[in-house]
Antibody, heavy 122, light 109 residues
Framework: EVQLVQSGAEVKKPGESLKISCKASGFSFTSYWIGWVRQVPGRGLEWMGI????????RYSPSFQGQVTISADKSISTAYLQWSSLKASDTAMYYC???????????????WGQGTLVTVSS | QSVLTQPPSASGTPGQRVTISCSGS????????VNWYQQLPGTAPKLLIY???QRPSGVPDRFSGSKSGTSASLAISGLQSEDEADYYCAAWDGSLNGQFGGGTKLTVL
């Protein structure tokens, strides 16, 4: 059974760093893309970026390039999303999802994690 | 502001057919496939339609997708109360990478 299990909710202060995780199981982690999607409370979905753990090929949305870092550890089938300095505007639910497709342009997110709520407040 | 434009809301009565549009450009829908996602209240999104018109296993055939030029549509026939959700189109953009539409909130009256 394909599963993506995300780390738990976080409450952080502005300026703090954070790394959230997405643990994959039930499929070959190095043969699929893993994407990250942001959803601010009450708002729509935003595509942040995607990584191919097999070769670490990573693509970012221009809106998130330089703001976050996406990485993966093949040895433990886990993808990560990290911030070096959080802002209040980073408060949102973050989803990871399995990207199924040969190239990012043809990739569909066919399995999703349960989401990690990140709250940034002083 | 997304480059994929969806109506913010749609509605219908049980049994009706509703359609949700997604308008883009030559750099996204015009040159790449479209996927649709359904997000029920308080849950993670779910893949509903992929590659313009393909249904994943388990998705009822009441849901269908189509694409023409730089626009795509999601149709739901035989509307049911459990279809009340937010619906998002998504496509790759040659300059902006992955993109979601702004989402359409479907209300079943």
């Amino acid at each position: 059974e394909v599963q993506l299990v995300q780390s738990g909710a976080e409450v952080k202060k502005p300026g703090e760093s954070l790394k959230i995780s997405c643990k994959a199981s039930g499929f070959s982690f190095t043969s699929y893309w893993i994407g990250w999607v942001r959803q601010v409370p009450g708002r729509g979905l935003e595509w942040m970026g995607i990584i191919y753990p097999g070769d670490s090929d990573t693509r970012y949305s221009p809106s998130f390039q330089g703001q976050v870092t996406i990485s993966a550890d093949k040895s433990i089938s886990t993808a990560y999303l990290q911030w070096s300095s959080l802002k209040a505007s980073d408060t949102a639910m973050y989803y990871c999802a399995r990207g199924n497709g040969w190239v990012p342009a043809a990739t569909k997110f066919d399995y999703w994690g349960q989401g990690t709520l990140v709250t940034v407040s002083s | 502001q997304s480059v994929l434009t969806q109506p913010p809301s749609a509605s219908g009565t049980p049994g009706q057919r509703v359609t949700i549009s997604c308008s883009g450009s030559s750099s996204n829908i015009g040159s790449n496939t479209v996927n649709w996602y359904q997000q029920l209240p308080g849950t993670a999104p779910k893949l509903l339609i992929y590659s313009n018109d393909q249904r994943p296993s388990g998705v009822p055939d009441r849901f269908s997708g189509s694409k023409s030029g730089t626009s795509a549509s999601l149709a739901i026939s035989g509307l049911q109360s459990e279809d009340e959700a937010d619906y998002y189109c998504a496509a790759w953009d040659g300059s902006l990478n992955g993109q979601f539409g702004g989402g359409t909130k479907l209300t079943v009256l």
